[in-house]
């Protein structure tokens, strides 16, 4: 698609590939359980090539999250979606995932072997809900504890408890077609508000449409400033605009500046 004169450039249109993420969960939006999984998956991601572009939390509804599973697997490459996959009556992710896609759930031969394997006689009909997966389902592997996950079309239903889910996001990353990997590079500026930072910050940004610069204050008993982040895909261009940072922002009496490594 063309752009029009004036429309602003997204710095990582060219070779991007996107993700979603669904936390699914009356639990977080409670404020019961802190959701850790996000920030996981999207370093995970980041290393295959993804950029994780949008989060969303809803609420145990079959509606909601088929709702939200629609519109976010028609904008994104992947969707990887955390939580409902246990034996419980609120349990319905994979329910809503069938539904979303217009298939029929069915009990997987190869999880029932697992379970039988493990709890034998004791394969009650809560467990077996743990066995359903869509048609045309695929699963992944679970070197934790428990049943596995499964995948269907570009969507990755993992489980909810963050061991658990780390442990399947390693069967995740070889079905992934990522693009260049984001690399990133933060300079931290001590003693100096957004205020003094702005103007070179946005003269750079203009100078490199196809990086994201970004700028990060903090506060706290040590002082304040602010982080700058610069992210792209080309690291010579990101480790020349660090150098170009700098050198602007001594230029404007800012010296208490020092480079950081953080994760992309």
Same mark, same amino acid.
């Given at each position: 698609?063309?752009? #029009? ?14 993700? *979603? ?16 999984? /996000? ?22 509804? /079959?509606?909601?999250?088929? *709702?939200?599973? %629609? ?11 955390? =939580?409902?996959?246990?034996? #419980?009556?609120?349990?319905? #992710?994979?329910? *809503? ?23 034998? *006689?004791?394969? %009650? ?10 048609? =045309?389902? @695929?699963?992944? %592997? %679970? ?12 969507? !990755? @239903?993992?489980?909810? @408890?963050?061991?658990?889910?780390? =442990? ?9 077609? =990522?693009?260049?990997? @984001? ?20 003269? /750079? ?12 204050? !903090?506060?706290?008993?040590?002082? !304040? ?40």
């Amino acid at each position: 698609m063309d752009r #029009t004169e004036g429309e602003a450039l997204d710095p990582f249109t060219a070779g991007r590939v996107t993700a *979603a993420v669904l936390i699914i969960g009356d639990e977080i939006l409670s404020g019961r359980t802190r959701d850790t999984n /996000l920030g996981d998956i999207a370093r995970y991601l980041g290393a295959h090539g993804v950029e994780l572009a949008e989060a969303r939390t809803v609420s145990d509804v /079959l509606e909601e999250i088929v *709702a939200a599973l %629609n519109a976010l697997r028609a904008r994104y490459d992947y969707v990887i979606t955390t =939580g409902g996959i246990g034996p #419980t009556h609120d349990d319905i #992710t994979a329910d *809503a995932v069938a539904a979303a896609f217009g298939v029929e759930l069915v009990e997987h031969p190869d999880i029932l072997a697992m379970m039988t394997a493990r709890w034998g *006689a004791e394969v %009650n009909a809560a467990r077996r809900r743990m066995a359903r997966i869509p048609v =045309g389902g @695929v699963l992944v %592997n %679970n070197p934790v504890q428990g049943p596995p996950g499964f995948t269907i079309g570009n969507v !990755f @239903v993992l489980a909810g @408890v963050p061991q658990i889910m780390r =442990g399947m996001l390693q069967d995740v990353g070889p079905r992934l077609k =990522g693009g260049a990997v @984001v690399v990133s590079r933060t300079l931290r500026v001590e003693g100096s508000g957004e205020g003094a930072i702005a103007a070179p910050l946005e003269g /750079l940004a203009k100078a490199h449409p196809a990086l994201s610069l970004g700028s990060y204050p !903090f506060y706290g008993a040590d002082g !304040f400033g602010s982080n700058l982040v610069i992210r792209g895909r080309d690291p010579d261009e990101v480790e020349t605009t660090l150098n170009e940072l700098i050198a602007v922002l001594r230029e404007a009496g800012i010296e208490q500046v020092q480079v950081i490594e953080t994760p992309a």
